[in-house]
């Protein structure tokens, strides 16, 4: 089994900045990828940033030049940078890793989810 751990959530006022973290544990692939996610309550679910074990990294453009996604491929933990903090990244930030093995298999893993909050 795997399991995501969370951590760093939180209130902050605008501008501010968080760290969120997420320690993987179990049997995962070494090649894989983890990623963030967030979710207004209501709305969708929508991808944030991820990373790939090599150090590939994408952004959603809404956090582009404010979020920092990365990596500690020993510690299978995934970090999310988050400066600038505006209040419309108000949400519940979820972790997330996912590998595919010999072009047939798919498994993906969720964290449990940790709420973010940005407000005066």
């Known amino acids: 089994q795997v399991q995501l751990v969370e951590s760093g959530g939180g209130l902050v006022q605008p501008g501010g900045s968080l760290r969120l973290s997420c320690a993987a544990s179990g049997s995962i692939f070494s090649v894989n990828v983890m990623a963030w996610y967030r979710q207004v309550s209501g709305k969708q679910r929508e991808s944030v940033a991820s990373i790939t074990s090599g150090g590939s990294t994408n952004y959603a453009d809404s956090v582009k030049g404010r979020f920092t996604v990365s990596r500690d491929n020993a510690k299978n933990t995934v970090y999310l940078q988050m400066n600038s903090l505006r209040p419309e990244d108000t949400a519940v930030y979820y972790c997330?890793?996912?590998?595919?093995?010999?072009?047939?298999?798919?498994?993906?893993?969720w964290g449990q989810g940790t709420q973010v909050t940005v407000s005066s």
């Open positions: 997330k890793v996912h590998w595919f093995r010999d072009g047939t298999g798919y498994s993906a893993y």
